[in-house]
């Protein structure tokens, strides 16, 4: 055999297997959520899931009465996407499941809804002396059937130092979603960043914001809550103080020893002192203990941009421990939140 030819023929057979899949063929209904009636006129893309990324797989629209049939070129894992009212709903069709009779949920949207609403924000600095590191993740929940999806003036709005500059990172997930990059605009007051991704009904929506300062001394750090009512909670790592105004202190957390504050007011100015940070070498916490955990995750563009400041993962907190930390005895002179 010459050299070479096994490449050619390499290529040639696997374009003829991929000429002999058969097509996947993928059907069901568009449910609005909103009105509970089937939606016409909803345009249906199937994406099909490779190891060389996602490609295009074929689309339908939806007829009259909802329904939509689309040959689906090449087999699953695929993702079945409906766009209804410039928002974005997603199915995920994995390897042997059922790819007809599918519904797609859809809801009417608008840009203010009451039952969205902030549920937790939490802010977790860190330092090496050298630079500040902050991480900060707001969950809102939607109760109602409408989804909450404001173009002009942003679903999230946050408030980022000027030291940090334009170089902030930004991760949304929608419920049962994964998380997906997006790019964060200015709005019209200095320091202010708006973003407009929909927060659907049926679960949490959830926002990972990263950004980091020089440590400069006095080592402060200022900020503002843009959001509306909601509990805002600050997280400092061992070996770090802070003081400031509007600080009600919640006790430590029970693996990692990090102070919990709840921050109190639309303004905060921090007055930072010492270095730590939440380390992803913690052992792991005996079962007898009590208290809420810590998650290990890497917050959005640490690893890409920031991996060098300090040369650590990070763990963040689990959206969970709220819940338990709300539940648990605290330490005596601690304040539980109302």
Request: glycine share 12%; charged share 20%.
């Amino acid at each position: 055999m010459r050299e070479g030819d096994d490449g050619g023929g390499g290529v040639k057979a696997a374009i003829l297997l991929l000429l002999s899949l058969p097509l996947l063929a993928v059907d069901g209904t568009v449910v609005n959520k909103t009105t509970g009636q089937p939606q016409a006129g909803v345009l249906v893309h199937a994406t099909r899931m490779t190891q060389g990324g996602m490609e295009p797989a074929g689309s339908a629209k939806a007829g009259a009465d909802g329904k939509f049939t689309i040959q689906a070129d090449g087999p699953a894992p695929l993702l079945v996407q409906a766009v209804y009212k410039g928002v974005t709903y997603t199915r995920q069709i994995p390897p042997g499941a059922p790819s007809t009779g599918i519904e797609i949920d859809v809801w009417e949207a608008a840009a203010k809804v009451a039952e969205a609403a902030l549920s937790q924000h939490m802010i977790l600095v860190e330092t090496d002396g050298q630079e500040l590191v902050v991480n900060e993740t707001l969950v809102y929940q939607n109760s109602g059937n409408v989804t909450w999806n404001d173009d002009e003036k942003g679903t999230l709005r946050f408030y980022v130092p000027p030291e940090a500059g334009t170089n902030v990172m930004v991760r949304a997930t929608s419920p049962g979603g994964m998380p997906v990059e997006r790019e964060p605009r200015q709005g019209a007051e200095k320091g202010a960043f708006l973003l407009d991704f929909p927060v659907k009904p049926g679960g949490e929506t959830r926002f990972d914001i990263s950004y980091k300062m020089p440590a400069k001394e006095p080592l402060e750090l200022a900020g503002k809550i843009l959001h509306g009512p909601g509990p805002v909670r600050l997280v400092v790592p061992q070996g770090m103080t802070v003081e400031g105004q509007g600080l009600e202190p919640l006790g430590p957390e029970p693996q990692t020893q990090a102070s919990i504050f709840d921050i109190k007011g639309s303004k905060y100015l921090l007055k930072i002192g010492g270095t730590g940070t939440l380390r992803s070498t913690q052992e792991p916490a005996q079962q007898e203990e009590d208290g809420p955990r810590v998650e290990e995750m890497m917050p959005p563009g640490y690893l890409r941009y920031w991996k060098w400041a300090l040369g650590l993962m990070l763990g963040f907190l689990a959206l969970s421990f709220w819940a338990q930390w709300m539940k648990t005895p605290r330490a005596q002179g601690s304040k539980p939140k109302a």
